[in-house]
T-cell receptor, first 115, second 114 residues
């Protein structure tokens, strides 16, 4: 199957700083990538959809100025959590598709802890 | 409202016993259906998926699932559980069959007793 890689797998940052998470498709061109968030002991919630070369589309209730998404190439999307606060601590996971498969492929996830 | 429901938050079974995890969805058309497993601190691993055709689908690790249109269900089964199956299981739906925007159930945490 197709491989999606996320980096870093874990990150700790201080409150008020920004942190960037990368999502890469290693063996296919990801025309669309998705970002999900999973709070402890909860399910995954879709945050936003990004198409290569276009602005991301955010789900209702997700602050686009806090969660900056860039999808500048067909193999890379980044999520930047700006001015992070402890309530942003969560597990962030991306998925990607080339639009040809019947499923999207998930990265391994990034555990963000804001202290 | 459109939703994916996993009625069982926790399930405990003995090793070697059979397992069934329930999943119901409330979408009008038949969506694409998935089951994922997540070990603590890890990402998602796809167990199996259903798009069309045979309503009984086989997956990895000995899992299978059956799609029942009349019940809007897609229950996951395994005839004999192994201790390594202890994990969180998520049912997911692509409600418009090809948007890749998945709606996840709340998950079922499986505990396996030795």
């Amino acid at each position: 199957g197709a491989v999606v890689s996320q980096h870093p797998s874990r990150v700790i940052c201080k409150s008020g700083t920004s942190v960037k998470i990368e999502c890469r498709s290693l063996d296919f061109q990801a025309t669309t990538m998705f970002w999900y968030r999973q709070f402890p002991k909860q399910s995954l919630m879709l945050m936003a959809t990004s198409n290569e070369g276009s602005k991301a589309t955010y789900e209702q209730g997700v602050e686009k100025d806090k969660f900056l998404i860039n999808h500048a190439s067909l193999t890379l999307s980044t999520l930047t959590v700006t001015s992070a606060h402890p309530e942003d601590s969560s597990f962030y996971i991306c998925s990607a598709t080339d639009g040809q498969n019947t499923e999207a492929f998930f990265g391994q996830g990034t555990r963000l802890t804001v202290v | 409202a459109q939703s994916v429901t996993q009625p069982d938050i926790h399930i405990t079974v003995s090793e070697g016993a059979s397992l069934e995890l329930r999943c119901n969805y409330s979408y009008g058309a038949t969506p694409y259906l998935f089951w994922y497993v997540q070990s603590p601190g890890q990402g998602l691993q796809l167990l199996l998926k259903y798009f069309s055709g045979d309503t009984l689908v086989q997956g990895i690790k000995g899992f299978e699932a059956e799609f029942k249109r009349s019940q809007s269900s897609f229950n996951l089964r395994k005839p004999s559980v192994h201790w390594s199956d202890a994990a969180e299981y998520f049912c997911a739906v692509d409600p418009t069959s090809g948007t890749y925007k998945y709606i996840f159930g709340t998950g079922t945490r499986l505990k396996v007793l030795a």
